[in-house]
């Protein structure tokens, strides 16, 4: 009997406790209940920082009202709503249940329940990620790395920060590792019912973000490959490819027929750069493309586009959970996974993915990368699972130590050192000195009336106003808000000085403005300071007054 087998037994195994040749394996049903304790502990960890995060939330954020706007539409007039948001619909589908099971007990004012409720729909999504990224060790290699896995989704800063704020990157991800998983156990068991719920978890996946449709691909792929798993004949790969497609177009086709399109927000041909995109309708704006020209413009001066996508990978694994996957990924000191093919063709095109979006517009964030880093979190906690058992080879043999109790203070040593470098990013207080929008908004809720509008650049004031909201140029450029004021007439402007006057858009705004034509005709009514700068609230008069010389929009005191 070898040494690992002798203190680390049933080292990436999962048979139950027996004796064969001298090596004793741990029995099932106390791997069983051992498992479930320690998935119980992951969950209840996971879900009391993200219930302390939405807990001292100041503001959620920006995405977040839009999605809650589209859930308060969905309640009045889905299909309209529907086919008026480039979002797609089923998170805040997901909003609008869990407002319509809890809603009147989580505030007393629906504006400040509806966004409680997004989160609450998010925490939900989170919570299922962490469970099928479990499912997504264990498949590939054994429980132990699963468990490890979802531990450190629970943790991932990012995650955390996405699952206690309103949006639908957690329940993306949920639904999309499932459906992987759903791959893998179809690959491997030879079970065309796998498959079929593969799809309808992609189908279900598309309905919150596009990219949810890439499990489908992914799925499509395993038909390619599936010559090399034992049962798959050419009959077989062709049935499970039709399984796959009627399955992903029943669940996602009537969405695509009420809208007309495959997808609402970038197509296909815009996201890859294969025709002329309409940008201006991109933004959903009425002045000139100037806006999408200025931020590819800006992007094109950033590093290659490769090496910010890795930049972003590592950030958003915190290094940390990347450098520990690396040995998992380029060494041989762990066993070969199960489905590395399928896994690894998911991440390959989720990156393809995020190269179009930055090539053909300028930006990703951390939050685009959350499925890269889901994927990268098995290979982390296999390589974690491979430390813990060979550094407890040594300490019990030199020490003369119970491997068992062993193996555990090192499990607890081990998760202290690489989570706890991370907290500081994890409890980042959702929203943080955003409370002035709040302010802000209530003000002009009670000094309007509610048929008026706001021109601005922050929805959230505009939803806390309780007011129609015209989105206002997001470039800092006069000419442009000089165009959207003549085009949309607005009542009110609204103004962030912490935002118009950065270096990257116009420190010269203010001045700008009430040189401008435009200035005569704005009325200063009131300024809520912030912490970077104050909220400036126009009250916009009649086109001829800007023909008249006025100082009515020169900063005030109060």
């Known amino acids: 009997m070898s040494e690992l087998d002798r203190i680390a037994p049933g080292l990436y195994n999962d048979s139950p406790r027996q004796t064969d040749g001298g090596r004793t394996i741990e029995p099932r049903n106390a791997r069983r209940k051992t498992v479930i304790a320690a998935m119980a502990a992951v969950f209840a960890l996971g879900l009391a920082v993200r219930i302390h995060l939405i807990h001292t939330t100041e503001l959620v954020s920006r995405d977040g009202i839009t999605f809650v706007k589209y859930a308060r539409g969905l309640q009045a007039d889905p299909l309209t709503t529907m086919r008026d948001q480039d979002q797609h619909p089923l998170y805040p589908a997901s909003i609008l249940i869990v407002y319509s099971a809890v809603g009147q007990w989580l505030a007393p004012d629906p504006v400040d329940a509806w966004p409680l409720a997004g989160q609450i729909a998010s925490l939900l999504g989170s919570m299922l990620a962490i469970w099928a990224a479990f499912a997504l060790g264990w498949i590939m290699w054994d429980q132990r790395v699963g468990v490890i896995t979802a531990l450190f989704m629970a943790m991932l800063p990012e995650l955390c920060q996405v699952g206690a704020d309103a949006l639908s990157d957690g329940l993306h991800l949920g639904l999309y590792l499932w459906g992987l998983v759903a791959v893998l156990r179809g690959l491997h068991r030879n079970d065309m019912r796998w498959l079929a719920a593969a799809a309808v978890l992609s189908g279900l996946a598309f309905l919150i973000r596009p990219e949810g449709g890439s499990i489908l691909v992914v799925g499509l792929f395993t038909m390619v490959i599936a010559r090399q798993a034992q049962g798959w004949t050419r009959r077989r790969r062709i049935i499970g490819t039709a ?74 694994c915190r290094l940390i959970y990347l450098l520990l996957a690396l040995p998992a990924l380029t060494a041989r000191i762990v066993p070969r996974p199960r489905g590395i093919g399928p896994v690894f063709f998911a991440a390959g095109l989720h990156l393809c993915l995020l190269y179009a979006l930055s090539a053909s517009f300028g930006y990703v964030s951390l939050r685009h990368l959350l499925v890269l880093v889901a994927l990268t979190m098995p290979f982390a906690a296999a390589t974690f699972v491979w430390i813990v058992d060979q550094a407890s080879i040594r300490i019990a043999s030199r020490h003369n130590r119970r491997a068992k109790a062993v193996r555990r ?150």
Request: one cysteine or more; hydrophobic letters at 40%.
């Open 409 to 558: 203070l090192v499990y607890l040593v081990g998760v202290i050192l690489v989570v706890g470098p991370t907290t500081p990013y994890m409890f980042r207080v959702i929203g943080e000195d955003g409370a002035y929008l709040i302010k802000a908004g209530r003000w002009l809720r009670d000094h309007s009336e509610p048929e008026q509008s706001v021109l601005t650049t922050r929805n959230r004031v505009a939803y806390y106003a309780e007011r129609k909201m015209l989105a206002g140029p997001d470039t800092g450029q006069m000419k442009h808000w000089e165009s959207y004021v003549r085009v949309l007439k607005p009542d009110y402007l609204v103004v962030d000085e912490a935002h118009e006057t950065s270096e990257d858009r116009n420190p010269d705004f203010f001045a700008n403005l009430h040189a401008s034509t435009l200035g005569r005709r704005l009325i200063l009514i009131h300024k809520e300071p912030g912490p970077k700068g104050s909220l400036w609230i126009y009250r916009v008069g009649p086109a001829s007054a800007a023909t008249k010389p006025s100082s009515r929009s020169k900063p005030s005191n109060r």
């Open 243 to 316: 399984v796959l497609l009627i399955c992903f177009f029943a669940v996602a086709g009537p969405y695509m027929a009420a809208v007309g399109r495959l997808v609402q927000k970038k197509s296909l041909i815009e996201l890859f750069g294969l025709g002329a995109a309409d940008q201006s309708a991109m933004l959903r704006k009425p002045a000139d493309p100037a806006p999408v020209d200025a931020m590819i413009a800006r992007a094109e001066t950033k590093l290659p586009i490769a090496i910010d996508l890795i930049y972003h990978w590592a950030r958003s």
